[in-house]
């Protein structure tokens, strides 16, 4: 058996421990392991894989990022080519890719990433290819996956970020607005800011308005609270209004920020207090992984390597309820796994006194 593995999209800690699980496991077998480098890009180079060896894995259960790199515009299905005019286009190169691993006696893909590479994922597997997906993103968002490899580390990332800027926002008598990660789901903002004592979160589940805000604002204070830490998800959405935008490049979904900017200067334009903004962005998805980071990342490239051996094909490992389990990708492909507005998590927020921005 030869199988590859890539990663792809946005890099988070735990790659790395998958990686080196699924080797490991698959050498056991006798099996032959190469690696894809940049997402799916070094297919279309004269030296698609490199060998994943023993040595190759070694010590790289605690690195951050992927030994394999990764690419946001690696999709097979719109690859970005240079026109005659010199503009950008898109172009279907998946039949070469393929081949590729037609040509290469590839038996089997181990394919790491988020919603958008099980989107790629399921596309391929109609081509022909055995693909076994492994669930990665900070954002939490993968449908049917209770946690995703890169999440735990992310979330504490963030919660000790916004730990470090209430000393600050509390000496300066400041509203400290805080951006994180997580794109159109919430699991960022809603356990960061819960676990950081925030005052006010704001995530794309739930709309928001300014004047419960500033209730809150003015109820601290009348306590003698004179701070406030605000924690918005980048894809936070104001009540009528859409998404804040920064821009679009080709070949990848749109880029969100901007609205940590925009609640600050409101909030302080209506409250006559300093305020300031912070994007986390990418600390976020990096560093050591945590230790729950490492295990899960290792359960799943192990699992991975199971459901190959048993021809358990075009499925993506999963953890539901601390259990190991395989679903369909074709049940993913195009699912978003957003906060439950009725899950303990956010109640637990709204139980404490916590505002949601509604």
Not at 9 to 18: K, M, R
Not at 127 to 152: S, Y
């Amino acid at each position: 058996m030869k199988i590859a593995i890539n990663t792809g999209g946005g890099d988070a800690p735990g790659l790395n421990a998958a990686i080196r699980a699924a080797t490991l496991a698959a050498h056991r077998l006798g099996w032959e392991v190469v690696g894809i480098k940049n997402g799916y890009g070094s297919l279309y180079s004269d030296n698609p894989f490199i060998p994943l060896t023993a040595d190759k894995v070694r010590g790289i259960t605690m690195l951050g990022g992927t030994i394999l790199g990764t690419a946001n515009r690696g999709n097979p299905f719109q690859m970005p080519y240079q026109k005659e005019d010199g503009s950008w286009g898109l172009e279907d190169r998946s039949d070469e890719a393929v081949e590729v691993f037609k040509k290469h006696n590839v038996d089997a893909l181990i394919a790491i990433g988020g919603d958008g590479s099980m989107k790629i994922a399921h596309k391929l597997t109609q081509k022909g290819l055995r693909i076994v997906g492994i669930p990665k993103t900070i954002d939490n968002d993968i449908w049917g996956c209770d946690v995703t490899l890169g999440f735990d580390t992310a979330v504490s990332t963030a919660t000790e970020a916004i730990d470090k800027l209430r000393t600050t926002a509390e000496s300066h008598q400041r509203i400290m607005v805080v951006e994180v990660m997580g794109r159109y789901a919430g699991w960022i903002g809603l356990h960061s800011g819960l676990s950081a004592s925030a005052d006010v979160i704001l995530i794309p589940e739930v709309e928001y308005e300014f004047e419960p805000i500033i209730r809150k604002i003015k109820d601290r204070e009348a306590r003698g609270r004179m701070y406030t830490i605000v924690v918005v998800a980048e894809g936070a959405v104001e009540k009528g209004e859409s998404h804040f935008v920064k821009g679009k490049t080709l070949g990848q979904s749109e880029q969100l920020g901007g609205a940590d900017e925009y609640i600050a200067k409101t909030l302080s334009e209506q409250t006559g207090k300093e305020s300031r903004s912070i994007v986390l962005g990418h600390l976020q998805r990096g560093g050591t992984p945590s230790t729950y980071d490492r295990l899960i990342s290792l359960r799943f490239g192990a699992a991975a390597i199971r459901a190959i051996a048993q021809k358990d094909f075009n499925k993506l490992i999963v953890m539901q309820k601390n259990c190991i389990t395989r679903i369909p990708i074709s049940d993913v492909a195009n699912k978003m796994k957003l906060v439950p507005l009725d899950g303990d998590t956010i109640q637990t927020a709204r139980d404490i006194g916590i505002c949601m921005g509604d």
